[in-house]
């Protein structure tokens, strides 16, 4: 793969904007339904873990990565039967798939289903940090030391610690990268820890993304909308903006946060 090259981020002097007027609201699609999408091989022969992979947006992102010739190792933290599905509907395609129970809060589970993923796929090319959100103060008054540490510990300190285990078996791949799901949480409206969180995350990216440039990785990030700001993104757009990100396409991309966020302006 040849040299990365960093492309500086613009920083838009818009101001953030609520929904949209009129937005269409659409019906999110079935797991089928996007299983069954056009396959194209853009991930032939790729190795991925994908943290969260059990539910929602997680759970289309491994799909679709797989739809798309991916080996994927998912990482849940909830219902085993939530992965086993996934790791279900990825079989039907005739993928192949693994899931493992792994708490990304602790740095030795996050070094375990690195591990694993490494045995069962044969190496690992793509890593996805994925979590949903939780519940959100929205006044300082009201935020407590112990939602603070709850926030960053369920969001930010996944992220360390998985891409930490991973950084030895990317650098042994000709196509390495890492992706994490962020949100939009900026506003008068937004919660101070959410928000805080996903602030630290985008410039982790951002940061982490030009130290491993010279070793040919990749680092960006998908920013899913929140109702706050915009519609939500349906699932279809917002996967493909991790199947873009994943593949060849956008093997000059680092350091970018991607917004499927049906038109709404953001700061940064």
């Not at 890593?127 to 407590?144: A, F, G, R």
Request: include cysteine; aromatic fraction near 4%.
């Amino acid at each position: 793969m040849p040299n990365v090259a960093l492309s500086a981020t613009v920083e838009s002097t818009l101001p953030v904007t609520e929904t949209l007027p009129n937005w269409p609201t659409k019906r999110e699609p079935s797991p089928s339904e996007i299983s069954a999408s056009t396959r194209q091989g853009r991930l032939a022969g790729r190795r991925a873990l994908v943290t969260g992979g059990d539910t929602g947006i997680g759970r289309a992102v491994a799909v679709t990565f797989a739809r798309e010739g991916a080996s994927v190792l998912v990482a849940y933290h909830g219902d085993e039967s939530d992965a086993e599905e996934t790791c279900r509907l990825i079989r039907e395609l005739g993928g192949h798939c693994h899931a493992h129970r792994c708490d990304p809060r602790s740095p030795e589970d996050c070094s375990e289903v690195v591990a694993r993923a490494v045995l069962e796929l044969g190496g690992l090319d793509i890593v996805v940090n994925h979590s949903d959100d939780i519940p959100t103060s929205e006044s300082l008054l009201e935020l407590s030391p112990k939602q603070l540490d709850t926030a960053f510990r369920r969001h930010l300190f996944p992220l360390v610690f998985l891409t930490r285990a991973a950084l030895p078996h990317l650098e042994q791949s000709n196509a390495a990268c890492i992706i994490s799901t962020t949100s939009e949480t900026s506003g008068p409206t937004s919660g101070l820890d959410l928000s805080a969180t996903q602030g630290a995350m985008a410039n982790f990216t951002r940061t982490l993304s030009s130290q491993l440039a010279p070793r040919e990785i990749r680092v960006n990030a998908v920013s899913t909308a929140t109702s706050r700001m915009a519609p939500v993104a349906d699932t279809v757009s917002s996967t493909e903006c991790y199947l873009f990100l994943a593949s060849s396409s956008a093997r000059y991309v680092t350091g970018q946060l991607i917004h499927p966020n049906a038109g709404a302006l953001l700061n940064g």
